[in-house]
């Protein structure tokens, strides 16, 4: 595991840029997120060869972004985002899971812990530096349709992954219509103009939704709507986005 070092030069900038852990056995893949990373101005605070370091290094570092492989050794980062979500100090970062194009079954299932989104590991350049500042202001859902389809996919196999537990019935006919339509990979911004509402009625309504069904984020607001039946497979994805 390997700590930067920030300079005086830029540690004003580097101040408001997400601070983040790069957890992958596989060093050529770390290497190459640090050197894209780096050129963003966005500080790499740690290196993970397997989970049991990715659960070290956030506690100690609290990074505000977590780059996690699902596939490493001693612990893989199903477990490792488990534990890191679980402790209060690792409890506010956000983490984004690293994939393959097969899509990792289990993806579905760190979805479900509290992971805020995914990256296929051949991510260009420009859509890496984009996810983690995204993600890191609190923009949980990325690439949403692509995302919708990684749920639909496992959702119909419930026990791959544990379940999320919520009362629909607390929520208004409206939240439910938003509910729904997130679900389908629908942006805020698409939303509002389907719903004809402001931006800003929109994130109302969905901090409301998360808050009532004590979901996280909208990862995890999706992958209800489809344990529950609210959303289903062969219902229209919204536009793809990043």
């Known amino acids: 595991m390997t700590d930067v070092t920030v300079t005086d030069e830029g540690a004003a900038a580097e101040a408001a840029a997400p601070r983040v852990v790069i957890a992958d056995d596989q060093t050529l893949v770390r290497s190459g997120f640090r050197m894209i990373l780096g050129a963003a101005g966005i500080p790499v605070v740690a290196e993970a060869a397997d989970g049991a370091q990715a659960v070290t290094a956030a506690l100690k570092h609290r990074p505000d972004v977590i780059l996690m492989d699902i596939r490493m050794p001693e612990m893989d980062g199903l477990e490792a985002t488990r534990r890191i979500l679980a402790s209060p100090p690792g409890a506010v970062c956000k983490i984004i899971i690293l994939t393959t194009f097969d899509l990792d ?17 051949d991510v260009s350049p420009e859509l890496l530096v984009t996810a983690v500042r995204t993600i890191r202001a609190g923009d949980a859902l990325l690439a949403p349709s692509i995302t919708r389809r990684l749920v639909e996919r496992f959702a119909t196999q419930p026990e791959d992954g544990p379940q999320l537990h919520a009362n629909l ?47 996280r984020d909208r990862v995890q607001a999706v992958v209800l709507a489809y344990q529950t039946g609210l959303a289903g497979p062969g219902q229209p994805a919204g536009p ?3």
């Open 240 to 242: 793809q986005v990043g």
């Open 105 to 121: 079954q289990y993806v579905y299932a760190a979805l479900t812990a509290g992971a805020n989104g995914f990256l296929l590991k």
């Open 169 to 215: 019935s607390e929520l208004t006919p409206r939240e439910l219509e938003v509910l729904q339509l997130l679900a389908r990979g629908l942006s805020n911004a698409e939303l509002a103009a389907q719903l004809y509402l402001s931006e800003a009625t929109v994130k109302t309504h969905v901090g409301r939704i998360l808050a009532k069904l004590g979901l």
